[in-house]
Structure formats: C-alpha cells, structure tokens
C-alpha cells in the first residue's frame, strides 16, 4: 500500500493544522495507522495511532488532548489534527501502516510495514 502525507505547513504557536494521510489500497480499512515524527538530530518518535476500525487511538503524552487521530475508511485517509502546536512541535511528520488485528493500535516504529514520505510542520514562536 502506498500512503500519501499532506497538510503540513507554517503555523504560528497556538495554531492548527490537519494532517491527512491517504492511502492507495482500498482494502485501507484493515490497515492499522500510526503518526510519528522527526525532529532536526532527533529520533524518530511516536505521536498517535488507531485502529483499523478506529474505535480505539493512543497518543504520546507529549500530545494527547491537543492532537486526535482519526479516520474515514470510506475514503482511504486518517487525520491528524493538530490544535494548540507548540514550537516543540516542530518535526517532519510520518503516517505508517500495518494490517490491524482486532482493536488494536501500535506504538513502534518497526511495527509498521508502509510509511509515507513525510510533511513537514513548523510552528513559530
């Protein structure tokens, strides 16, 4: 499955965004999704996930209750929105899938089979 990242951009703190993730399959709907991204000489790091069916998410402390992950199966795509960013924020973002068992989510990077090629977001102080 090939996914496509899109949505990024500059935004003042405070701000938001949405990120969308499209994918190409579409048998998507059984595709477990996770969000990450990097940083400038940081690692790569976990931001969000759901579920296939996505009655279950999990996010990073770092986010949670700014950011929710989302889904529309019947157009292939899940979302991140993105309110209250922060310069910290600031990090190229990956969207990754994997076949999705049951309700679950999953937090690692070498979890996921597909990755798309990243979208770039910064957030101005």
């Known amino acids: 499955v090939q996914l496509q990242a899109s949505g990024g951009g500059l935004v003042q703190a405070g701000g938001s965004l949405r990120l969308s993730c499209a994918a190409s399959?579409?048998?998507?709907?059984?595709?477990?999704v996770g969000w990450f991204r990097q940083a400038p000489g940081k690692e790569r790091e976990f931001v969000a996930a759901?579920?296939?069916?996505?009655?279950?998410?999990y996010y990073a402390d770092s986010v949670k209750g700014r950011f929710t992950i989302s889904r529309d199966n019947a157009k292939n795509t899940v979302y991140l929105q993105m309110n209250s960013l922060k310069p910290e924020d600031t990090a190229v973002y990956y969207c990754?899938?994997?076949?999705?068992?049951?309700?679950?989510?999953?937090?690692?990077?070498?979890?996921?089979?597909?990755w798309g090629q990243g979208t770039q977001v910064t957030v101005s102080s």
């Open positions: 399959r579409r048998t998507f709907s059984s595709y477990a």
């Open positions: 759901i579920s296939w069916s996505g009655g279950s998410t």
């Open positions: 990754a899938a994997r076949v999705g068992y049951s309700g679950s989510y999953y937090l690692l990077d070498n979890e996921y089979d597909y």
